[in-house]
Each structure stands twice: as C-alpha cells, then as structure tokens.
C-alpha cells in the first residue's frame, strides 16, 4: 500500500470498497472506480485537466439553489436524463412516453380548478389547454392529480424572474370523473436553456445550440398507475430534430390550432400505465 502506481491502485481502491454494507451500492461504486480510472487511462488525463474538471464541477454546483439545478441541465444535454428516462420506464404500446423533468420544476404549485387561467399574468399568446387521463384499457382516470410548467412567449419560467412574487404558468390540476381537464395558459414557445453557466460554457465550446422546442411540462400521478413526466412538443417547431436536450419523442409532438378568436388550442389525451404493468415489466 506505500507504492502503489498506475497499475495497481484500481485495485487497491476496489479492495477498500469491500466491505460496504449495501450490496447495491458496493456495486454503483466498483462500477465508477472502475470506469473513471479507466477513463483517465484512455485519455491519459493531465493534472492541469483533472484540477480544470474539478473546478467545473465546483461552479457547476454553486449554480444550484431552489430555483435552478445547473446539475440537471449538465445531466440534460450529456443525454445522461435521456438514457436513465430510456432505461427506467419501458412501457407497454399505446402508453405515454416519459421525458425530461427539467431544471424547473417547483414543489407546491397552486391548485386550479378547469378552465382557470394558469399563465397568471405571464406574457404570451393566449392558449387553451383541453387534456385527458385514461388508463391502458382505455378506462378514465378521475382524481389524477396533474402539475403543469412552462415558460413565457419569452422563453423565461417564471423561477427566472427576478422579483416575482407569484406562480406564472404554473399549477396544478385534477382531472374529473370522466379524466378530463382544462386550463387556459399562453402558447408554447421555442427557448434557449441558461447559457449563464458552466453548461453554457460547455454548450460554447462544443460549438452546440442551446435552444428547445416549444413544449408544455407534465407530471401525472394517480394511485394505482405509474407516474408520469413527460412534455408535450408544438408540432412545426424547427428545434424538434435538435432538442438540445434530447428529449423529443414522436409520440408527444402535437399541433396546437388557432381557433377563430384568435386563441390557440391544444388537445391532448395521456395513457398511464397501470402498476401491475409497471410491474411486470
């Protein structure tokens, strides 16, 4: 242990690994030693880009707080979010797909009854959001409680804003008997993710865009079906095949329609997957 070197320090840190307690997590940790000397082997990593990865990841996280989670967007657009979406929810056809959570989710968004107007003041192009819950066999899903977010016409969530006192396009719902749900908000818009910050600078230097398609965020839970994130893509957006974020799914792009008055509309019907699916699977 007083000489060790490149070749057999792996091992002596996996000897140190051990004896850790739970199984899963001696697993998740041997797997990481491994792959990241592995890593550093096949780069042939220098001390100055070891201390410059150190020094990312520190401003990464001091980018954090309760508004932004800078870690989440580095996960996004490494398509780290994308493949553990990919690799967890396998579901059976005809259920809707899951997607992003995104850095912008707050915990305990106002209740709203149907037909109120969750932009709350947000800047935009009035919209009409008509949606409905059912189950796999096509049985409606009442009480589904549904959280909606989005930005404004531009491109901001409302956690951006300095100095909002109050919820803007953002709120929660609950579907009625027959698993629907209305709500009036403002018409989705293309934006670019925060490019303030080290995931910015990343985006910089790899000659990469920041923007995402227009969508509208969901979060479904109902007891007795998987929950569900997911967004829904405004059909024509010409980010759609270069998501900066990966997260774009056939199935979740939908048109939204100007109506006669003016205001868009869009309609939209989400298929949960029972628990007993969910589990089997």
């Known amino acids: 242990m007083r000489n060790l070197n490149q070749d057999n320090i792996t091992q002596a840190v996996l000897a140190r690994l051990a004896d850790t307690p739970d199984p899963r997590l001696h697993e998740i940790l041997t797997s990481l030693v491994q792959h990241l000397h592995a890593f550093a082997r096949e780069v042939k990593l220098t001390e100055a880009e070891w201390f410059q990865g150190i020094q990312y990841l ?11 989670q800078e870690f989440i967007l580095l996960s996004d657009v490494l398509g780290l979010s994308m493949l553990t979406i990919a690799m967890n929810n396998g579901k059976p056809a005809g259920c809707t797909e899951a997607t992003v959570f995104g850095p912008f989710y707050v915990e305990g968004a106002p209740e709203y009854e149907h037909g109120d107007d969750v932009a709350n003041g947000a800047a935009g192009v009035p919209c009409d959001v008509y949606a409905t819950v059912r189950g796999l066999d096509g049985e409606p899903v009442a009480g589904a409680v549904v959280d909606v977010w989005q930005a404004d016409e531009g ?17 929660r719902l609950r579907t009625g008997p027959d698993g629907a749900l209305h709500f009036r908000s403002v018409l989705a818009q293309a934006y670019p993710i925060p490019v303030d910050g080290p995931v910015g600078d990343l985006l910089r230097a790899t000659k990469r865009h920041p923007w995402r398609p227009a969508h509208l965020h969901f979060k479904i839970e109902a ?14 957006d010409q980010w759609l095949d270069s998501d900066a974020v990966f997260a774009v799914r056939q199935s979740l792009v939908a048109p939204w ?12 019907d989400f298929v949960l997957n029972p628990l007993k699916q969910a589990q089997a699977a």
């Not at 990464?60 to 707080?65: E, F, S």
């Not at 007891?223 to 024509?236: A, K």
């Open 257 to 268: 329609k100007q109506q006669a008055d003016g205001r868009w509309r869009l309609d939209f």
């Open 58 to 68: 520190t401003a990464t996280g001091q980018m954090c707080d309760d508004k932004r």
């Open 223 to 236: 007891p007795g079906y998987e929950n569900l994130i997911t967004h829904v893509f405004r059909e024509g």
């Open 155 to 171: 491109g901001h969530y409302d956690v951006q804003h300095d100095g909002l006192d109050h919820a803007e396009n953002r709120g």
